[in-house]
């Protein structure tokens, strides 16, 4: 199930996961959802929905509300086969509830990153607000703004966002950024002006950026409302920072930070550039690209500020009507990818529609021939995880041109492609071995570095599927060695997550439950969402069936339907199906399943979906999962991911067999 997001910062709305909005007809309809949403997960008895929806119900009222929520289920789950049950809005004992991921609702997000940002230092802590705040689209439940089932939320939401916006000039006034916060602050204080600690933050960003007149007109200010308006006078900190300023304490100046002669050298250089070529210029353009991608390979804040220029960047050549410019700029993103999900697919699809369309335009042969190549190896990159045929023909057509033109670095782009693309069935790892092979011949012959780590990293994932622990550890110990000496910090939250695999395929449970929750704790805030949603959950349900005594009904006693799932949410769910006794909703379910992408997930999920199966007996899944895993037979379950493992195959499919025979008698 392709998951649906929510927005109550704002107007009530959903959207589907391309980010088209869904029609949610009337508003009644919206205010069904919009209740459920406040109730955070919980069930809302129908008694409850009527009385809130229309004060004093009217005759027919409860089968109103079923008819909206029957409304809503077709519009949230449209392709649902007909008699299995909802997945997102259940019915629950006496009423409903709308079992939406954490992530999947904007102000359940906001609320997460204003808690989180608190623990984080002031560069971290900017970023991850001011992508917070993006998500206002207005006033908290706009919709329903005299509700009084609202009323609290909108209160609660409303001086969150108040406070985020304080902290926000806190952390900039940290980072020496305090004229960036005068403006900000202004127009805060002018919608809310009773906010002590707003008056305080402009005071303090007036006199840093030099304006203590400004700054004591400020305080003078907040004196006069805080009098006129509230009746009282300013508070400790209020009256402390006027007596500073009035004497000019050096305690209010930002301790300023010696340079080191790096940040020097990069300082003069970044002026001298500033000054020489001009703004708007093609040059500049391609050495921003430049910047990009060096700062996509320091993780965590680098990478995620680099994915959201890398799409402006392209949109900037695209307007300049220069199809070789535009190639130039899409292609000399070639950071190595080792994890086969997208972190944004509505990105990746539009920078493959600009790849296709300037491949289109782009002479053939000759000089183009590289250019070519890398659009071609981007394509192959951004469809990732997808079942199109054209990612693989792309990358098959990438690594045929780097091959004939023998260029090293070009050569390496091409089979990051081709790796990208090797997750079509399972049982594909010596051919990714292969491809990782010949990264690390390839990078270290021709000082490639951030690519021989990237080779590494395959084999290690490559050699844990063939159950090689002792070649794959050597390979996870060359890409740390690798990695540390080189300032790519990345490897490593990779080479733990290995490791706590590798206690787990050992059967050393408990350990590697402990060494999963710090690779999690690890991965946060790393910029990869699309490994990081749901892998611990995914991981923790591993640990449980690989070492193949557990039943799936055991396991499923221990599947939290509200933990973070990610992209794992539907196989979650045939456990939490099955933990419910309705073996006919939970065999619906299990038909209705899609193929698990072309990921490196793959054999993983089949396995997840084997559990299930042989637990029902069901005949036309289990002898389609054997096909299916069948190329496998002598791997480790999910060990190709580098992350998490569910045993040998064989093991699976020895059971299987033994499943249907025993249908078959």
Known sequence: MEQITFGVLGPVVAWDAAGGVLGLKGPRH??????????????????????????????????????????????????????????????????????????????????????????????????????????????AYADFAQEDWARGERSRLAELRLRAVEQQARARLALGLAAEAVPELDAHLAEHPW??????????????????????????????????????????????????????????????????????????AAADYDRTVAAGARARLESTVGLIRDLAVTGGAGLRAAQEHRLAAITAAEELGDPELTARVIGAYDVPAIWTRNDDPHKARQIVAAAEHTLAALPTGGSHEAARCRLLATIALEMRGTRSTRGPRAAREAEEIARRLDDPALMAFALNGAFIQSCTRAGLAPRRDAIGAELVTLAARHGLVTFEVLGHLIRMQAQSALGDFTAADEHAAAADHLAERNERPLASVFTQWYRALRLAASGQIPQAEAAYRAAAARLDGAGMPGVEHGLLSLAQLCLRLADGNTSAAEAAEHVDAGADWGPYRPWAELFVLLRTGRRADTQAML?????????????????????????????????????????????LAGAGSGLVTLGPVDRWLTDITDALGRRSG
């Open 30 to 139: 919206r205010a069904v959802l919009a209740r459920l949403i406040t109730a955070r997960r919980r069930v809302v008895p129908v008694a409850r929905l009527v009385e809130d929806l229309w004060g004093e119900p009217a005759p027919g009222a409860v089968g109103s509300v079923q008819t909206f929520v029957a409304a809503l289920r077709r519009v949230l789950e449209p392709d649902r086969p007909a008699r299995t049950p909802a997945r997102l809005l259940v019915t629950e004992g006496p009423g409903y509830a709308l079992r939406a991921a954490p992530e999947a609702v904007d102000a359940w997000r906001f609320e997460a990153a204003v808690g989180a940002a608190a623990k984080l230092s002031p560069a971290k802590a900017l970023e991850t607000l001011e992508e917070a705040l993006e998500l206002w689209r207005g006033p």
């Open 195 to 268: 906010r002590e600690e707003a008056w305080r933050l402009l005071a303090l960003a007036l006199y840093r950026t030099g304006r203590q007149a400004d700054a004591l007109a400020v305080l003078r200010r907040a004196r006069a409302m805080l009098a006129d308006e509230l009746g009282v006078d300013p508070g400790p900190e209020l009256r402390r920072l006027e007596t500073d300023v009035l004497a000019q304490d050096p305690r209010l100046d930002l301790p300023a930070e010696p340079m080191t002669s790096t940040e020097k050298l990069w300082t003069r």
């Open 591 to 635: 038909r209705a399943l899609p193929e698990p992408p072309a990921d490196l997930m793959y054999e993983a999920l089949c396995c997840l979906q084997a559990a299930v199966a042989l637990e029902l007996g069901a005949r036309v899944a289990l002898e389609q999962l054997h096909a299916r895993l069948l190329p496998a037979a002598c791997e």
